[in-house]
Nanobody
Framework: QVQLVESGGGLVQAGVSLRLSCAAS????????MGWFRQAPGKERDFVAG????????YYADSVKGRFTISRDNAKNTVYLQMNSLKPEDTAVYYC?????????????????WGQGTQVTVSS
């Protein structure tokens, strides 16, 4: 089992950068693909970015491509989401998640463990 704890959220102005971190417990972090999702009030939880077990493959939602970067440090059991050029529409609760699936994992149902979320609010 994996426990995930996100951090790094906050209230920022549009245009600035923010980095989210997700720390995982256990010794099996490197055996999971990792992803970031976000959920705005009244909306569904949407895929943001994903990364393969070794970190060599990354993929993004079109809405964040070119602005967000996902990375991981398996030695530190941590996955990151670097968010640049933030926009008000990026406002949401951001969740990290771990998946046993292989390939490009973009559906929430394919993720097995979730963190509690961290709020990101971008003001205009």
């Amino acid at each position: 089992q994996v426990q995930l704890v996100e951090s790094g959220g906050g209230l920022v102005q549009a245009g600035v950068s923010l980095r989210l971190s997700c720390a995982a417990s256990g010794r099996t972090f490197s055996t999971y693909a990792m992803g970031w999702f976000r959920q705005a009030p009244g909306k569904e939880r949407d895929f943001v970015a994903g990364i393969s077990r070794g970190g060599s493959s990354t993929y993004y939602a079109d809405s964040v491509k070119g602005r967000f970067t996902i990375s991981r440090d398996n030695a530190k059991n941590t996955v990151y989401l670097q968010m640049n050029s933030l926009k008000p529409e990026d406002t949401a609760v951001y969740y990290c998640a771990a998946s046993r699936s292989y390939g490009t994992v973009v559906h929430a149902t394919h993720y097995d463990y979730w963190g509690q979320g961290t709020q990101v609010t971008v003001s205009s």
